[in-house]
């Protein structure tokens, strides 16, 4: 039991290092990466709603009109005020609808990965408490044989695998977001992004497809 014990030690210490690196990674890059999208949709998110000021200059615009009309016209002094016609109903456009959506929808997969990641800390943590709990080598050893099978019945690695898979989804959103964001703003900038995440993605691509011919390739990410 003892041996059993010492094997095992060295085993779970290596796995769960090597968990805790990875998800203090990605608790890192998605709460960097989730303040940068937060940023972004403050400011963005106003374009789906009407803009008080510019309503009040076009009612200020409208009012200065029918004073003009009223001071040049034929009856001056005998004239009155018009109503002010009501303002059309607010539509946002569709690249402002989109925009938005694109990056709501990457803060959200940036912060499930964030959540995820820290029960997965939590859950680990867990393991090494009820592994460690007997201090009798034999019921030791019995209680980490259950909790290890148990964790991989689970499929935590699979889970641990799927969230940077997330996380680049989310980074694929934003960039998207960004490209639709600056195409009714500016065409040069709006081209000169697009280019840039051309090729971005065309290199995430090659990487994807590296290990597909060439084996034991460094080069790879979650879809490969």
Known sequence: WSLYNAAAERSDEVFIAH???SMGSVLIISGLFSATVTSLIVESYRTLERDPASDTVLYLAEISKQLAEIAHGPNFGNSSFQPIPSLPPFEPSASDV??????????MFSLACGLVATMVLSWLNKYSRMVDL????????????????????SNLNLLVEALPALLHASFVLFFLGIVTFMIPINTLIATVVTIVAGILGVLYLACTAVPFFIEHSPYSTPLS
């Open 19 to 21: 968990l805790r690196d």
């Open 98 to 107: 989109t925009v938005n959506m694109l990056w709501i929808l990457s803060l």
């Open 134 to 153: 007997h201090a009798d080598p034999r019921h030791r050893a019995t209680q980490h044989a259950r909790y290890f099978n148990a964790l991989k019945q």
